[in-house]
């Protein structure tokens, strides 16, 4: 990629300023992507024991659906 930067005549140099703006939005990527990660267990975890949960299942409908 490098060679194809100079050969156009950009700079290939970073602003620091833009640098550290890209390090925030990763890190803030990485936050919000663990505490998804967090959110998805304990939903897992919820649905998980429901399944195991006793029900009462029912037939709703006409008069002789009892």
Do not use: Y
Not at 2 to 19: A, Q, T
Not at 24 to 53: F, K, P
């Amino acid at each position: 990629m490098s060679k194809n930067v100079r050969c156009l005549g950009l700079p290939f140099e970073r602003d620091p300023e833009v640098v550290a703006a890209t390090e925030v939005g990763r890190i803030d990527l990485a936050t919000h992507r663990a505490r998804l990660a967090e959110q998805l267990h304990t939903d897992a975890e919820r649905l998980r024991a429901q399944l195991w949960e006793s029900c009462t299942a029912g037939a709703f409908g006409a008069k002789d659906n009892m």
